[in-house]
Nanobody, 122 residues
Framework: QMQLVESGGGLVQAGGSLRLSCVAS????????MGWFRQAPGKEREFVAA???????????DYADSVKGRFTISRDNAKNTMYLHMNSLKSEDTAVYYC????????????WGQGTQVTVSS
């Protein structure tokens, strides 16, 4: 079982930066694929970024085209924490951001956080 808690959301001006954190509890954090999703009002939930496990502590970073070059995903297994560094924020980035984990991507994501609001003002 895994529990995920996001934090770090807030209000930021366009062009600014924000760092989101996701703290996980559970014995298999290091072997779980972790990712970020977001959902804006009137929109479906969309993929943002993920760290796909390819070894004991080695991951491949995958990003949605809309955030490539602006967002950076990382994780610290020792702290059971995943981060999303968001730079050059745009109004289109306004959404509720969700932390998620998957033990088998073929079956989808198994664990979800409660979400944290990110609002980018113009």
């Amino acid at each position: 079982q895994m529990q995920l808690v996001e934090s770090g959301g807030g209000l930021v001006q366009a062009g600014g930066s924000l760092r989101l954190s996701c703290v996980a509890s559970g014995r298999t954090f290091s072997s779980v694929t972790m990712g970020w999703f977001r959902q804006a009002p009137g929109k479906e939930r969309e993929f943002v970024a993920a760290l796909r496990w390819i070894g004991r502590s080695t991951y491949y970073a995958d990003y949605a085209d809309s955030v490539k070059g602006r967002f950076t995903i990382s994780r610290d297994n020792a702290k059971n924490t995943m981060y999303l560094h968001m730079n050059s924020l745009k109004s289109e980035d306004t959404a509720v951001y969700y932390c998620a984990g998957s033990t088998n991507l073929k079956l989808g994501y198994d664990y979800w956080g409660q979400g944290t609001q990110v609002t980018v003002s113009s």
